[in-house]
């Protein structure tokens, strides 16, 4: 029997990316991170900056996941509610964290409320380590808090990582098929059937005014997703479509 | 009293989402569109190509929200569950529609099972149309089902619009300026505290070495927003940061 492999969950804080002011890449990030560790990202949500919404959801996917990661609201502004909201959800109190304090006072501005705010994480919380600017990050159980910023939400994950226990690394293969999606759909159906260790995708696409899909496969046994990517060029060769295997 | 405005939920659908192949962009766009619409997106969900998942988060989502829009897998291929899955989350059967297969006829490509899968739609919904391709997308009480394809699900949502309950409008203005938000951060609580008909966001960047800040007003009173705006640039002054009002 192969052990669950670890789940994780993305939560993302910030009304800009719901109004659309902003487009949010730390879940791209995220997922090819995680994928690397072998960590399945199951799922992300995106949430406003209202304390019954982020506690209700932080509650919800930290019983569901091995890990959830939040991203944004952690800033010295009165927008950045997520600390508070994690130990809410906790149900621990927000305490100033002396370690934090000594690295804001790095930054050489004064040390006022506001930035004060940036030092104040639940009880109990380790530290994450931000390697762009001074205010750390934290984690509280299986949730890593991280900045919106994708420098800095980047910087706190690689420093994050080594806490996370890893599973076998999710690898991928990928082959272009210029045939429409409608033409080969029962033949790939057929290839996924037998394969139900791997995931495979089909992405259609449309390039210089030719149609085409993007055909993945996703597994943790590299040798047979080469096997698997060789079936799907011989069934799509047999259908009279081009294929281009990707680097 | 004021009616309670609408709120929609976007659900994205797809592994390549959450795999970090490909980077979502519909969840910008239909934000921004919302908006425009005077509709509040509360929250989005990316959910993975499962069935129990997908069923769960539409039923959730559709109690919960005035609408709900989801994008992806509504093509031919094996991984394309979406319609299944709101057929099952509805109760209904999935059925085929004759209009659709129409449609689909247009295409000039035999209507094999692949492509009649495209014309399978909830008993109940109807057809959203699709100006791009031929394959429709469609809608089942509050729920729009919407194609991944992004210029499929810009052409969809266009199509679905005129279906939507508009609210007043919802505007934003907005001044970048160049202090930390640790300097300004408390200046601008208190403006945030007497307004709390708008939201009031403070998104930081680095601009050519330079720190700042850009400072978000939105709300359904343009004028009030205006108003607010110069006082938050009287206050950014007082504090000796400078700051330029965006066109």
Redesign the interface.
């Known amino acids: 029997m192969t052990p669950t492999p670890a789940t994780a969950c993305v939560l993302i804080i ?12 730390n ?7 995680l ?1 690397k560790l072998g960590i399945r ?9 209202e304390p019954d ?1 982020i506690i209700k959801h932080v509650n919800e996917c930290r019983a569901k996941h091995s890990y959830v990661f939040t991203t944004g609201g952690i ?5 950045d509610i997520t600390a508070e909201c994690v130990a809410r959800a906790f149900g621990v109190e927000l305490v100033l964290d002396p370690v934090a304090v000594e690295l804001l006072k790095r ?1 050489g ?2 040390l ?4 004060l ?2 030092a104040r994480v639940p009880r109990g919380a380790a530290l994450i380590e931000n390697a762009v600017s001074n205010a750390p990050g934290f984690r509280i159980e299986n949730v890593f808090v991280l900045a919106g ?1 994708p420098a800095i939400a980047r910087a706190m994950f690689a420093a994050a990582a080594p806490l996370l226990v890893a599973g076998a690394q ?1 690898h ?1 293969a990928s082959v272009d098929v210029f045939l ?4 080969f ?2 033949s ?2 057929r290839i ?2 037998q394969h139900p260790e791997v ?6 696409f449309q390039r210089d005014g030719r149609f085409g ?1 993007s055909l ?1 496969v ?1 597994g943790t046994d590299r040798p047979l997703i080469e096997v698997i990517v060789q079936e799907i060029v011989s069934a799509m060769t047999a259908l009279g479509g081009e294929t281009a295997l990707k680097p």
């Open positions: 910030g009304n800009e990316i719901l109004s659309g002011k902003t487009q949010d890449t879940l791209q990030f995220l997922g090819l991170e994928a990202l199951e799922e992300a949500r995106v949430v406003r900056d919404a800033g010295p502004t009165h927008d930054g501005r004064p006022n409320e506001a930035r705010k940036m910023i999710i991928s429409r999606e409608g033409d759909a029962e790939l159906e996924a059937i995931d495979i995708g089909s992405y259609p899909a993945v996703r």
